[in-house]
Structure formats: structure tokens, C-alpha cells
């Protein structure tokens, strides 16, 4: 009779458990874990309690979906950024990738500043355009209110005279 061995995993964890139903949960939405608070709240109110708790401690509560680095898949997105960053001014040790990567930063930090320098202007302008709109409807009412007074004091000046 052939001999078998059988290797049993080890039982998984808690925390194996608990990361993947937090990774369920995001995957769900913030409306899924607002369920299982008031559920936990329902069934066993530490439970709840402690949820709630996790929820403001993880900024789950207050996590806005166009929030990047909030979620399952972003959560670390800060720090992939930063070493995007850092990694992008270590030079590749090719001496001619990394003058044409120099250059092309320096060209877009260039085009960068003119850009802003646009959109500033461009406010300038719209700034003004709209200072100016403002004066002449000021200067239109008081025109108006000028020719107003003018006709009606002529007939105030009559029923006095009278």
C-alpha cells in the first residue's frame, strides 16, 4: 500500500482574515462599511463601536472617492509618487539618456512656467474685463438715476411754484 503524506496549510490567521474582508469592504464602497458598523451596532454594540472607531482611525468616514491615495489600491499612492520622483533625478548611468532626460525636464519645467504665466494673465484679463463690466453698470445706473432726478425736480419745482 502506497504511503501518502498530506501537509496541511496552517490555519490562517486573523489578520489574513481581517485584510481580506477590509479589502472586500473597500472593494464595496464606504456604504458597505457603514452596513456592517450599524450591523455590528445591531448585534453586538462593541463590535460596532470598534468599527466606528477603526473607520474615523483609517479616514474611511471621511474619504472622498476622488481622493487618490484613499482605498484599497491607492492607499500607498503618496509614497509611489515620491519615489517616482526620487527616482526620476538619479541619473540611469547612460550618459546620453540622461542628457536628453535632462533636457526634456528643463523643456517642460520651461513650458510649465510660460503655461502659468498664461493662465495668470489670463486672469488678469477676465479680472479686468469683469472690473470693467462692473464700472459701466455703475456708470449706466447712475446716469439713470441722474436723469431721473433731473425730470422729476422740475415737477416738484412746479407744484411748489403753484
Known sequence: MPHATYTYAPAESAQGWLRRAETWL??????????VMVLGFIFVWPVGLALLAYMIWSKRMFACKHRPHHGPRGRNMHRARAYAAHAAARPSGNSAFDAYKEETLRRLQDE???????????????DKAEFDQFMEDRAKRAAEGHNTAEVETPDVDKTEEA
Open 26 to 35: 473597500d472593494d464595496k464602497g464606504k456604504g458597505a462599511w457603514i452596513a
Open 112 to 126: 510649465q512656467e510660460q503655461f502659468e504665466t498664461f493662465l495668470e494673465r489670463l486672469r488678469a484679463a477676465k
